[in-house]
Structure formats: C-alpha cells, structure tokens
C-alpha cells in the first residue's frame, strides 16, 4: 500500500511539474514547437492595380481564384490518401500518379496540389469533403482581349511580377502592398478568430490608363494580319500617334502573343518590334534630310537638280535611283522619291550640319517613350562616316532606326516643327483615387521653324497625288501627306536583291493634321516597294481610324476656314 501511494504521489508529482513547465514557462521547446503547428502567419493577397484604355475598357485585371493544398498528416492510412488522390485527379483532371507522393509525406503539413483554380472547381471540391484538403486564397492576372495589344500590355510572371510592356515599366505602382496576418488555426487548418493577433489590410495597386484605344487597335491588327496574309511578309507592325501630344493611340506587332500563355509564346513574338527593332529606313528617310536644307535655307522647293537618269556616279561608285529621272525640282524629288535627288540636297548642307539636324530630329537616341525595350538606332558619328555616307545616309542607308523615331519625326513636321516626346500612360490612379501620375504633352525640341514645317506639309501631300510614289494610300475625302519607304536588308555583308523592308509614314488630314501612322513590312513577296504594300495597309488602317476618331474629313475642314475667313462655305 505504501509503495501504491508513493507511486502515486510520484504520478502526481510529474504532473504537477509538466504543468508548471506549460504555464509558467511558455518558451519551452514543447510550447514552440506547438506553435510552429498552430500559428498561422501569411502574407493578405493583394489586388495587382488594372490597366485600362482611354475609354475605360480593361486590358488587364486580377481574378480572385483559389490554391488546392493538402495537409498529408490528415490523411492517416493508404487506402485514405489513395481515395483523395484519385478524388482530387477526377475534378482538377490531374494524374494521380503526380498527386500520391504529395500525400504520402507524413512530416509535412502544407503540399500545393494546384494553383489558381476557378471558383466553380472549388465548389466541386468542398461538395467532397476531402480529409486534409483546404483552400487558399490567391488571384491570377487575366487579359481579356488575348492577344490584343500584347506588346504594349506585356505580362505578369505567376509570382505577381511585371515582366514585359506596361506590366514591367509600372510593376512597382501596379503590384500594391501585401498584408500581414498573425492568427491561430486548429488541426483543421480553420482560423480560430478569438487567437488572431495582428492584421495590416493590403494596399491594392494603382490603376494605369493608357492613351491607346483598343477599338482602333483592333482595327490595327486586323489589317496587319490581312497584310501578312496577302505579301507573305515575316512580321509586320504600325504606330498610330496623336500629332499635337506625342499621345500613342495604337502600337501593333505581328506576330503577337497571348500574354494569358506567355510561357508559351515563341521567343520572336515576344519582341516589341514597333520600339524594339532597328533598320534601315530608305527613302522615308529624305524628309529629314530635304526639311534640314529647307530650314537652312541651301535649297528651295522649285529649286532643279540633275538627276542624272537614274545613274550618278559619285567619288567612284554609281547611285542608283529605282526609276530613271532627268531635272527634277525638290518637290519633285520628294514626289518621286530620287535618291540621286536627295544626295544632291544633302551636298549642299554638308556633313557637319547634316548631322547636325539629324541629332535634333532625335536619331541615335531613345524618343523616351514609356514603354521597356526601346532602342536608340544607329547614328554613327561624322568622324565615322566615309567619303560616300553624305550621298548615302540622306536616302536612308548607313542609319539604324525605330519606327517609333521616323514616326516622331513626321509628327514633328505635322506638328509645324514642334518635335514631342510620345507617351502611351495618360494617368496612374491609385486605390484611393488620387492620380499619383499624369502623362501629359511635353515638347523636346524644335529642329524646324514653322514656315519650313508648313512648306514640308505641302510638299509630303503630293506624294499620294497622282505621278507620286504613294497614291495607294489615299484616304477617301481626306487629304493624306506621307513618304514612302523601301529598303534593301543587308544580308551576309551586302544589300540584297529579294529581301526589302517596305513601308509607308503619313498623317492625316493635311489641312489640320490630326493623326500619323507608320506601316512597316518586313520581307513583303513578291511586292516589295513601300508604295505598293505598305501604303494600302496605311490607308485601310487610316480610313477606319478617322471614323473611329471622329476626325473631320478636309471638306469639312475647309469649309470651316472659309466660313472663319468671312466667305460663303
């Protein structure tokens, strides 16, 4: 009896002593690892910040989903964790051969079986009951339109991170501030909300409104698809810009992606072509060139060079044009495009202020537009050029540009000399709806006078006039001023004889120009010139966004003058 009740007492004791050790002394070992059970610490899911057009129509958003995740110590035998298992494989249509080892880790306690699942798949699986199954709250990005300015929109990585186009260059406004959740759950994974101890609220990201309209974006596309189609061109692309602001209305790449499935994507539609890619531009070129020794004053438009015929031999090799002209006037040499014409105007500037003007047209250098990948082109310093680059360079060869720089540069001269720094960001909102940043019109240089842009004007109109190199790109009741453009690549060190870059750049209208469009073609077959295949695209483009736009045609605009001069309309 004696040695009973010492055992016993002894019983007690321990007790006594485990309970003094739990209450007294809570960062016993024991006490931490119960926390490391029962604590829940997690970061709130926080909304990444929508990106929208200029009429409010959403290109990007964040939708609330789900993460599957299993907690195998709950599942207590074989047969059990095969049940789940197959149960799980039949809603998320899974193999279960992938789904089994994640249940069958006793020591673990969280496994994600998937990630960003739909609602209506969870209700399936809550309608189960499956034991150590739970949900976890998450978002996915979602682009409703697809593939629909891709290359402008870009992508989120599955890890929230902006990682192309506008999804990059305002990842940090977009992607807002998690929340901080310190709480306690039971065995079942289910928050007892007596034990929650801090809780910060996340801070959803900003809203980013673009200049672009998706409705003439699509009409972009649209045609640039047809283009592919009927020239059997690589890749094609165009620009739209607002002359006065720089704002970007519609910037289209083919081929594109789904950024939906970036991963994938080939790496080729990934490149933002339009701001990305550098060429060598032809004869869209000589409008710098021309509008240079018009401001300086060297030549004037009625003044006559010899165009040799087609055939001009210069300190020892022979420039070509691509049909054979006599005496034409500078206007005439921007109508038909000489290259022998504009070499000859670019004599009487000289290397030094050629280049001159070419760096305040911006060549050589980032228009700054607001978008990640854009190149600077190539512009190689005049200690650089040799004893041809003053004949060369005024027809486009021996640069390296943009499209989004020989766009800039025609909006300049609509713009009667004022060169603006394009922008596709209007404003950036944030969750409060203060507006943290506002894009707005913002002038970078002034290589023309306004008489010397008015006059270009002019003389770009007869360019789509018949006897011109652009006529394809007249535009129903509109008067169109533009320049076309046809390239030879260089292939393996020298100019090739199949493959072209063709394109055409022009604004509309003339009278009161309101809009510029740049279409580029990349290897068109078997047409090739700028004036053929690039200016129909540019005026089926141009015809829709004027409607789109609701830009007065030059009737209307005329009309207008005369009723403002005092006359009868």
Not at 83 to 90: G, I, K, R, S
Not at 392 to 398: F, K, V
Not at 400 to 411: A, E, R, Y
Not at 483 to 498: C, L, N, V
Request: aromatic residues 6%; hydrophobic residues 40%.
């Amino acid at each position: 009896m004696v040695l009973a009740l010492v055992a016993v007492l002894v019983l007690w004791m321990g007790l006594g002593a485990r309970l003094v050790c739990l209450h007294v002394f809570p960062k016993s070992k024991l006490l931490n690892d119960s926390e490391r059970e029962h604590v829940v610490r997690r970061e709130l899911p926080v909304a990444r910040g929508r990106i929208l057009d200029c009429r409010g129509n959403l290109a990007a958003l964040d939708l609330p989903m789900k993460n599957i995740i299993a907690d195998p110590a709950l599942t207590t035998n074989d047969q059990q964790k095969y049940t789940v298992a197959m149960q799980l494989a039949q809603v998320l249509k899974l193999d279960p051969a992938a789904i089994l080892p994640r249940l069958d880790r006793p020591r673990s306690r969280y496994q994600v079986i998937q990630k960003f699942v739909s609602a209506e798949t969870v209700r399936d699986l809550e309608k189960l009951k499956l034991p150590g199954v739970f949900f976890e709250e998450t978002s996915a990005r979602r682009y409703p339109h697809d593939q629909l300015a891709s290359h402008v929109i870009g992508f989120a990585n599955l890890e929230g991170v902006g990682s192309a186009g506008i999804e990059l260059r305002f990842n940090n406004e977009l992607r807002g501030r998690p929340g901080l959740l310190v709480s306690e759950q039971d065995g079942k994974h289910r928050e007892i909300y007596i034990r929650r101890g801090t809780e910060i609220a996340p801070q959803d990201g900003a809203d980013v409104y673009l200049t672009l309209d998706l409705n003439l974006q699509y009409i972009v596309e649209r045609a640039l698809d047809e283009a592919l189609r009927v020239h059997q061109a690589k890749s094609a692309w165009c620009i739209v810009e607002r002359v006065h602001t720089g704002e970007i209305l519609a910037l289209a790449n083919r081929p594109a992606y789904d950024p939906n499935e970036y991963r994938s994507a080939p790496s080729n539609a990934l490149l933002n072509i339009a701001i990305g890619r550098v060429y060598e531009p032809g004869s869209t070129f000589k409008m710098a060139t021309i509008a240079a020794a018009l401001n300086e004053g060297t030549v004037t438009s009625d003044m006559v060079f010899d165009c040799e015929n087609g055939k001009w031999l210069f300190r020892g090799k022979i420039l070509h044009d691509y049909h054979p002209y006599g005496r034409l006037s500078v206007a005439d040499i921007i109508k038909k495009s000489s290259n022998i014409g504009a070499a000859k105007v670019a004599l009487t500037l000289g290397e030094e202020r050629l280049e001159n003007y070419l760096h305040l047209f911006g060549f050589g250098q980032p228009t700054g537009l607001d978008l990640p990948g854009e190149e600077a082109g190539i512009l190689h310093a005049r200690k650089h050029w040799n004893a041809l680059s003053i004949s060369r360079i005024p027809m486009g060869h021996e640069v390296g540009v943009t499209s989004m720089q020989m766009l800039n540069v025609l909006c300049c001269i609509a713009n009667d000399g004022h060169l603006m720094r394009p922008y596709v960001v209007s404003r950036v909102v944030d969750a409060n709806g203060l507006v943290i940043r506002h894009g707005k019109p913002r002038e970078i240089g002034r290589p023309i006078r306004e008489d010397t842009a008015r006059l270009m004007q002019k003389l770009l109109t007869r360019t789509t006039e018949p006897g011109g190199t652009g006529t394809k790109a007249a535009v129903a009741g509109y008067t169109v001023a533009g320049k076309t453009g046809t390239a030879q690549k260089i292939i393996d060190g020298h100019y090739s004889d199949s493959a072209n870059v063709a394109s055409f750049v022009g604004f509309l209208p003339a009278e009161q120009p309101a809009i510029a469009l740049i279409v580029v073609l990349d290897e068109p077959q078997p047409l090739h010139t700028g004036g053929l295949v690039a200016a129909p695209v540019f005026s089926q483009i141009a015809s829709n966004a004027v409607r789109c736009l609701e830009i007065p045609s030059s009737a209307t605009l005329l009309a207008g003058a005369t009723i403002t001069s005092g006359g009868t309309p």
